[in-house]
């Protein structure tokens, strides 16, 4: 597999160990856990799985390479489950491949579940739907595939072999769109009984607005904490508004560093029975797959035990960690002070962001003092006045006493705030992916940006 962090790019080894506890642990587990919350889901509805084929590379040996995620198409079997037909999974380019996933999924008036693995694939298909709607009626009404996308011809007249033309659908899904955006999952499929994607940790933005706009009054489960590594821990508790999830005591084994140690040489780790309610760990694995003693880098809060296995809550990755004077801001720190930020900026809607600490921008930083270089993409205002960009840096203060006082010495600068063009977030995300060989799958957006070529492209879509 191969695993990207942050700006360096690893490569794990994945077995038939790993993947069989994964799907004994995880899938079997959650799918027991969802048809109890969520007994529709038993139905013999499809699901819209949206789910972007790998490209493999092969090592000297002829090993393959590439993302941990099998294509649903790997199974005739698991694709009577879903609405995309199988050849749509041969298409290269996600684009194309996005496109029929909506034109299939709007043709079925019946779909029960939308599924991802991260809840910012489900918004993007959303936004992209928002975009080409209307193209994709006139496909509908025709019984046809746009010639906009690019597909090999003998993928393209198997895929046209399945479209006939529908007019009735195009007009009842013209008439949802011209009512709007919000709750327009809940209108198109009127017996859609849930959102299946992780949304917590830098997801979690991302699930909020589904539920404000696009999917709104739709249940959301988000059943794993999992990673390239392996299967870490289950949500049993899909009804419950916070994302918890119960650590696998067979899938990996868990150590754990106290949050106040992270800093020695040496630190000492506790385990499983050791560990205490309300306290900050970083968690270290070991697998079936020869991870031995291997530090994850996120930070887990244990937030209670089931029987005696301890539950837990994401809190951050250590390195999307902002420091430029030592005083260590995490992501779920920086995140709620941008909330409260902007519920302050009148008909501001936050869409996505990112932080770079100014050392990594030279002489674009503009600002002698080390400060934070904020990227928004926002909803509902073109413009924000400089008093209403610093309310951020006033937030911030509020919550961190550390940020604060090197605010007051002047060892740390103003924060400052860019707003960048709609669909900048989007671009980004398409070049990190191909900077690393990252799957759209398995791609997560940094919150802190640590590449300067990057921060530059965010720099070059700033509009004010």
Not at 250 to 273: A, G, I, K, N, V
Not at 402 to 417: D, Q
Not at 426 to 455: D, Q, W, Y
Request: proline residues 6%.
């Amino acid at each position: 597999n191969d695993l990207w962090t942050s700006g360096h790019s690893a490569m794990l080894l994945s077995t038939k160990d790993t993947n069989t506890e994964f799907f004994l642990q995880g899938v079997t587990v959650c799918l027991d856990a969802m048809r109890k919350a969520f007994p529709g889901t038993e139905s013999l509805q499809r699901t819209t799985k949206f789910f972007y084929t790998p490209t493999l590379r092969q090592s000297e040996a002829g090993i393959p390479i590439g993302p941990n995620s099998s294509t649903p198409a790997s199974s005739r079997h698991m694709l009577n489950l879903y609405t995309t037909p199988a050849p749509a999974f041969e298409v290269p380019s996600e684009k194309d491949t996005l496109y029929l996933h909506l034109l299939f999924a709007l043709k079925d008036p019946a779909v029960g579940t939308l599924e991802s693995n991260f809840a910012s694939t489900v918004f993007y298909a959303f936004a992209a739907l928002q975009e080409l709607w209307q193209e994709l009626a006139e496909d509908i009404e025709r019984g046809t595939i746009s010639n906009g996308l690019a597909l090999d011809p003998k993928v393209r007249s198997r895929l046209e072999a399945l479209m006939s033309p529908d007019p009735k659908r195009a007009s009842q899904i013209r008439a949802h769109f011209q009512d709007g955006f919000r709750g327009i999952a809940k209108r198109l499929w009127p017996n859609l009984n849930l959102v299946l994607a992780v949304d917590s940790g830098s997801n979690q933005i991302y699930g909020e607005m589904l539920r404000e706009s696009y999917c709104q009054g739709v249940p959301f489960y988000s059943p794993f904490y999992a990673a390239t590594e392996g299967l870490i821990g289950v949500n049993l508790w899909p009804e419950e508004p916070s994302r918890r999830y119960l650590l696998c005591p067979r899938s990996m084994f868990c150590e754990f560093l106290p949050e106040s140690s992270l800093e020695q040489d040496d630190p000492h780790t506790l385990l499983m029975q050791e560990v205490k309610e309300g306290h900050n760990y970083e968690l270290v694995i070991t697998n079936a797959s020869g991870l031995y003693r291997y530090r994850v880098g996120d930070i887990v809060k244990v937030v209670g035990f089931h029987n005696q296995c301890p539950i837990i809550e994401f809190q951050y990755r250590r390195g999307q960690m902002l420091s430029v004077r030592g005083e260590k801001v995490s992501e779920h720190l920086f995140l709620a002070a941008l909330k409260k930020a902007v519920s302050q900026w009148p008909g501001a809607q936050l869409v996505d962001y990112c932080c770079v600490e100014s050392g990594i921008m030279g002489d674009s930083s503009g600002g002698s003092d080390p400060h934070y270089q904020v990227f928004l993409e926002l909803k509902g205002v073109r413009n924000l006045r400089e008093e209403q960009r610093y309310k951020l840096d006033m937030c911030l203060q509020q919550d961190s006493a550390v940020y604060k006082s090197f605010r007051i010495k002047g060892s740390i600068g103003p924060m400052r705030v860019h707003l960048v063009a709609p669909g900048a977030f989007s671009e980004l995300s398409k070049k990190m992916m191909s900077f690393s060989n990252t799957s759209p799958n398995t791609f997560k957006m940094h919150r802190v940006i640590r590449r300067k070529e990057f921060a530059d492209f965010l720099l070059g879509k700033t509009v004010s």
